[in-house]
């Protein structure tokens, strides 16, 4: 009995974490964005990151062909991408002003 306790601690936490695990995946709507630089992504959804489980990553897929620089690597449309929640959701100091990294153009 004594080591039943002990195996169901860990997962008495987890489960605990779940509701404010779902409103941290929730933050991220599925639609179209605007990258700061001008391009444009689909947002298909988020995903646990495998290094770190507590982490959330935004799984994005690009709307337009380009190259990646400097290394001139083809990115065919559709590219698809992930990127850290913190980072997609946060913003970058352009020009010297605070933009948002990624902005909602559309719903889907």
């Known amino acids: 009995m004594r080591f039943l306790v002990v195996m ?8 605990a974490e779940t509701s404010h695990e779902r409103s941290t995946m ?3 709507t599925s639609g179209i964005y605007r990258h700061y630089k001008g391009n ?3 947002v298909l959804g988020t995903a646990r990151s ?4 507590h982490e959330f990553l935004v799984i994005y ?22 990127r850290p929640m913190e980072q997609f959701t946060g913003s ?3 020009n010297g002003q605070s933009v948002p990294r990624f902005t909602l153009i559309r719903t889907e």
């Open 40 to 42: 444009y992504y689909r």
């Open 61 to 82: 897929q690009s709307l337009y062909e380009g190259v990646m620089e400097p290394e001139g690597t083809p990115l065919p449309f559709g590219t698809m991408w992930a």
């Open 50 to 53: 495998t290094d770190n489980p």
């Open 92 to 94: 970058i100091t352009m």
């Open 8 to 15: 169901c601690a860990p997962l008495l936490a987890v489960a």
């Open 26 to 28: 929730d933050k991220i």
